[in-house]
């Protein structure tokens, strides 16, 4: 990691994501799913989801397919600082197949939400059933506006997380194969041409 910004990319790199119960899933629409997409409603605080399977087949970060839940294991929870989760995130509980608690694995929802933008082919909507902004471009990805400077960790719209320059340092340092740590720049215009998006 020698390129220095404020803020980096946080993501899986893995292709085994976790899928819920069917039961979960059905319990999720009737709570915090949004009934017009497989994903999140606005507002959404700590979640606990319902694996088909034992455990996350991959470590240290995982995500659920419905929902787009983000699942941290413990040894990468660790780094990124007791103040900074305690301020910055909602933590659930894991649970894999027959209900057994996985004490080793948790999911995490941001507090803040960012949108990463792109440099071409960008577009977005607002969704009918919850009005979150659904986002998604292709190219060179950046921050814009500047995230308020009060966390640590915010949610991404990609199934991960933005953490501040020291957090990165941390987790780049582990060299965790299915993890992917990005610089993220954050500009003073965007590139994709849809100026600023609604809140």
């Known amino acids: 990691m020698n390129e220095f910004t404020d803020y980096f990319s946080l993501r899986s790199s893995t292709m085994n994501a976790c899928s819920m119960t069917h039961d979960a899933r ?112 292709m190219g060179k990805q950046y921050l814009y506006p500047a995230p308020p400077t009060d966390a640590a960790i915010y949610e991404s719209d990609l199934l991960g997380f933005v953490v501040t320059h020291d957090i990165a340092e941390r987790i780049a340092a582990r060299k965790w194969r299915r993890i992917s740590v990005d610089p993220l720049p954050v500009l003073d215009e965007p590139l994709d041409g849809l100026g600023s998006l609604p809140v």
């Open 26 to 137: 059905d319990k999720a629409r009737l709570t915090w799913a949004c009934s017009d997409g497989p994903h999140a409603k606005p507002g959404t605080e700590a979640v606990d989801v319902y694996l088909q399977d034992p455990a996350p087949r991959d470590k240290p970060l995982n995500f659920v397919m419905f929902g787009g839940i983000t699942v941290l294991h413990q040894e990468l929870l660790d780094l990124l600082g007791a103040d900074n989760i305690e301020r910055d995130l909602y933590i659930g509980r894991v649970y894999g197949r027959g209900g057994k608690l996985l004490n080793d694995w948790v999911s995490a929802r941001g507090r803040r939400h960012l949108i990463l933008r792109g440099s071409r082919e960008a577009r977005y909507r607002v969704c009918a059933g919850c009005g979150r902004v659904l986002y998604s471009a």
